[in-house]
């Protein structure tokens, strides 16, 4: 993408009234966020889903010098400012409906690593979860799996320094710009990260630091991992929020149980109790559930040995009857990430498979072979 359209992506979110939805909504319909921009006023309201209060806002933005200098600054700190429609965008993530439309990234890691998984839990844990969270990681650390979580206190901070510790790529998600670090604790951690692994942040500079930003980035904790994994959490807890988007998405939630009388097993013993997550007993239980535990290109090419109990597919059924027998079942998002498929073609092609009888779709948009 070039700088002068990153100028006008960057502008777009920062009108009054355009969220990360609509503005993809208007790229969409108009081709580029400078379209935006340049429309007169008479188009922009025949534009669905603009009032005209918010018209008049993008007909009277003018304040792009700090969205250069924000473009220049980034340049100098090695900040890459990734849009939606980029390639190294998180493809999880960005199969999510309310996706930021761009984030800023500082650091090496692959935001699209084959297997990533979020861990997430309260501020205030016990040693046991302090134990559990470090046993998962050296469970996984073999897997080579790339660890998510939001750069808190508690839970996240542990599940950053053990990744770390295990030399497997770690990824901090910020609810502020980074230009700062909070809590201020973890500095140290952060430079640690930025080394190894990567801060993301969809905020930038001129946003007013806020707490209330915190919640917004949990979903990006959510979207950008295959699953996610609720250590401890209160009833109510922060963490709850990213258990509930993963669900939400579709994707895989599993969590700790712990006994009733204590606080910090309120949260995950809910979501299982709702069937909002899975189980979580023993570290080998995440590999299991995710498939990770055998080689997934193994798998891929047994299937095509064991082809005979598919007949007359085509590439693309193919495609997709090889990664559900691999893992199963699944959202259509993740068959989608997984194939390459294209979203519009990937809903007929399911529901021809259907008819078929080569699979069956369950609650949630998740489809198993049958």
Aim: glycine fraction near 6%; aromatic fraction near 6%.
């Amino acid at each position: 993408m070039s700088s002068e359209e990153l100028k006008y992506l960057i502008a777009l979110k920062e009108i009054k009234g355009v969220g990360d939805i609509l503005a993809k909504h208007l790229i969409s319909e108009l081709g580029s966020a400078k379209a935006v921009f340049q429309l007169p006023s008479s188009h922009l309201l025949k534009i669905p889903k603009l009032s005209e209060k918010v018209s008049k806002e993008v007909l009277n933005f003018k304040d792009f010098d700090w969205i250069e200098k924000e473009i220049l600054w980034c340049e100098k700190e090695h900040i890459n400012i990734i849009p939606f429609n980029d390639a190294r965008y998180p493809k999880r993530l960005k199969v999510c409906h309310d996706a930021p439309l761009y984030l800023f990234v500082k650091g090496p890691a692959d935001l699209n690593a084959t297997k990533m998984l979020s861990i997430v839990g309260t501020r205030s844990c016990t040693e046991e979860g302090k134990e559990i969270t470090e046993q998962i990681i050296e469970s996984l650390a073999p897997l080579g799996v790339s660890i998510v979580s939001g750069l808190a206190l508690g839970i996240d901070g542990i599940a950053h320094k053990k990744s770390l510790e295990m030399n497997l790529p770690t990824i901090g998600v910020l609810g502020h710009a980074l230009n700062q670090i909070y809590p201020s604790q973890h500095r140290g951690l952060a430079k640690n990260i930025v080394e190894h692994g990567a801060l993301v942040t969809e905020f930038a500079r001129n946003t007013t630091f806020d707490k209330n930003n915190f919640p917004m980035r949990n979903r990006i904790v959510a979207g950008m991992s295959e699953a996610t994994i609720l250590i401890e959490s209160a009833e109510n807890g922060g963490s709850m929020i990213t258990a509930e988007i993963a669900h939400s998405y579709g994707r895989d939630v599993l969590a700790v149980p712990g006994r009733w009388t204590d606080n910090m097993s309120q949260g995950p013993n809910k979501l299982i109790k709702l069937l909002k997550a899975q189980i979580l007993t023993k570290a080998t239980d995440i590999s299991e559930t995710l498939g990770w535990s055998v080689n997934q290109q193994l798998l891929f090419e047994d299937f095509y040995d064991r082809k005979s109990k598919y007949q007359n597919l085509d590439e693309d059924e193919t495609k997709i009857v090889a990664f559900l027998d691999v893992k199963d079942p699944v959202s259509i998002d993740m068959i989608h990430y997984s194939t390459n498929i294209a979203m519009g073609n990937l809903s007929s092609i399911l529901l021809s498979m259907e008819f078929k009888g080569i699979l069956k779709a369950l609650p949630g948009k998740r489809f198993q072979l049958k």
